[in-house]
């Protein structure tokens, strides 16, 4: 949704309106549409962070476990037209009643993550973490930026890719297909991070030293031919323009069939 420019309010004053937020509980009759904050909330005044945390909560549960947060609306509201969508329509479908929000295919980890960035507008640093952790938390970070991909928080991914690429260095690990393949199921075309695991995945191939080919990443490749493409494409830009020899100009011998090690003695083919 797009937002409006930030007018500052006249001299003298101070409103929560000026900051393009529009604060409701939830208790009542909805007035108007929310809009998204243009500031962090960290930089939020102490009465404007004051009005975000009164009102109703709501129940969220998250993950195969249905682990459960209880929420304040209004700043889940602040952050993303994603849950105020959610509130609009629970309202509506539920009589007004109280509403919750299910995620069970999103990870309690990266809500973690979410939760303190709703209230805090800041995530943990994996520099901060010690060596056995930050692997760990390089994964939490890639659940969080597949959650805010579904919830619409661009600012929040950009803090999660920043903290995953930057994991996975520390660590010195990458993602795997099982890493990588959900990336492509839950994520658009155009998504930032299939070109970072692909450009990982064609790196890995491209190694001489690296274990992994082409087909450690197999159900990769067949679970998505946009996979398959973004491969490719990465290898023959990280080729730096180099090329194979063609071919039609190479011995014969290797494209015939016969066993391992034979040579044919036909003249032609010598």
């Known amino acids: 949704m797009d937002t409006p420019p930030y007018t500052p309010p006249p001299t003298g004053h101070s409103s929560i309106d000026s900051l393009h937020i529009h ?3 939830f208790a009542y009759e909805h007035k108007g549409p929310f809009r998204m904050a243009v500031t962090d909330i960290g930089e939020t005044t ?16 998250v993950g195969k476990t249905r682990r459960h947060w209880s929420l304040h609306r209004n700043i889940l509201c602040h952050h993303s037209t994603w849950f105020q969508k959610q509130v609009e329509h629970g309202s509506m479908k539920e009589g007004g009643k109280d509403v919750s929000v299910e995620l069970f295919d999103d990870d309690p980890r990266a809500f973690e993550l ?24 390089a994964d939490a970070c890639q659940q969080l930026y597949i959650l805010c991909d579904k919830i619409n928080l661009p ?53 001489p030293e690296s274990e992994s080919d082409a087909s450690t990443y197999r159900q990769c490749f067949e679970g998505s031919s946009d996979f398959a493409i973004d491969v490719v494409n990465a290898i023959k830009a990280g080729a730096g323009g180099s090329l194979f020899q063609d071919p039609t100009e190479e011995d014969g011998c290797c494209y015939h069939e016969h066993s391992l090690g034979q040579r044919c003695d036909t003249p032609s083919h010598r």
Not at 46 to 61: C, I, P
């Open 46 to 61: 102490a009465k404007t962070f004051a009005e975000l945390l009164s009102g109703s909560t709501m129940d969220v549960y």
């Open 114 to 137: 979410l939760v303190k960035w709703l209230y805090q507008g800041k995530i943990d640093n994996v520099s901060d973490m010690p060596m056995d952790k930050k692997w760990d938390f």
């Open 155 to 207: 600012q929040l991914k950009n803090l999660a890719i920043d903290q995953f690429r930057k994991g996975c260095n520390e660590a010195g690990l990458v993602p795997g297909p099982e890493e990588i393949k959900p990336v492509y199921d839950k994520t658009p075309p155009s998504s930032p991070f299939r070109k970072l695991v692909s450009k990982i995945a064609a790196r890995q191939i491209m190694d």
């Open 23 to 25: 604060y409701c509980d």
